[in-house]
């Protein structure tokens, strides 16, 4: 799965050992997906099993998952897809993000991670900057 990148401006690619790859200073020729409405920002054709977001402290905003894994052409804020169940907050609507927040996304695939670090334009949409993402569960070297 590749992320819904489209140029590389200005970035620094570093694969460590073969598992993970970092990438700074990324962003599309378009812009975030939808203006940051969409909060996928990886290819989720191959199924989605979990997606969160969360504060750069770690308080998880919100989480949905979904068993087995289902496809997502795109995800918006506290709109949960069919087939997808919302497990933070129990109940209820999460809260706003708050401009300029920091966040992180977390997607994670049958075989993937995918890490995205970036900011809140506004109550409910991400603009996201440096992306990581590995093989899932993660591999032990000489294994």
Avoid: C, N
């Avoid at 706003?96 to 994670?108: A, D, N, S, W």
């Amino acid at each position: 799965m590749q992320p819904k990148t489209l140029l590389v401006a200005g970035g620094i690619v570093l694969a460590l050992a073969g598992v993970f790859v970092v990438a700074v200073g990324m962003h599309s020729e378009d812009g975030p997906p939808e203006g940051g409405r969409d909060l996928l920002t990886t290819d989720g054709s191959g199924g989605i099993s979990s997606f969160q977001i969360a504060t750069a402290d770690g308080e998880v905003l919100w989480r949905e998952e979904a068993s087995p894994a289902r496809p997502l052409k795109r995800l918006h804020y506290a709109e949960i897809p069919a087939g997808f169940r919302q497990v933070i907050p129990l109940t209820g609507r999460p809260r706003p993000f708050r401009k300029g927040e920091r966040l992180k996304t977390e997607v994670m695939t049958p075989g993937a991670k995918f890490t995205h670090s970036g900011e809140a334009v506004d109550e409910t949409r991400f603009i996201g900057g440096v992306w990581e993402s590995g093989p899932w569960p993660p591999r032990t070297p000489g294994a």
